[in-house]
């Protein structure tokens, strides 16, 4: 059974950072690029970043560009969102989600942890 958990969300004033992890089992982790998304309230989820399977490569969408970097330890089955100068704007349910290579849907998904930025 795969399993992802996200953990290290919180609450933050802006400016601030925080680091969140997601840990996978049930799955050869190496073998999947990683993504985070996030979801605010009466909003869609939107896709935040990802990162290759070895972890050389990755995307960011334009508003965490230069905010947010993504890492992975693939010794440790984990996939890491470091996230600093946060904006009341980033506050969010914050997801990892899992995607073989050749694919570009993710197939497994984390339940979430809870970004709140306050002014």
């Known amino acids: 059974q795969v399993q992802l958990v996200e953990s290290g969300g919180g609450w933050v004033q802006a400016g601030g950072s925080l680091r969140l992890s997601c840990a996978a089992s049930g799955l050869t982790f190496s073998n999947y690029a990683m993504g985070w998304f996030r979801q605010a309230p009466g909003k869609e989820r939107d896709f935040v970043a990802t990162i290759d399977r070895s972890g050389r490569s990755t995307i960011y969408a334009d508003s965490v560009k230069g905010r947010f970097t993504t890492s992975r330890d693939n010794a440790k089955n984990t996939v890491y969102l470091q996230m600093s100068n946060l904006k009341v704007e980033d506050a969010a349910v914050y997801y990892c989600?899992?995607?073989?290579?050749?694919?570009?849907?993710?197939?497994?998904w984390g339940q979430g942890t809870q970004v709140t930025v306050s002014s």
């Open positions: 989600a899992a995607r073989t290579s050749t694919s570009t849907r993710y197939v497994y």
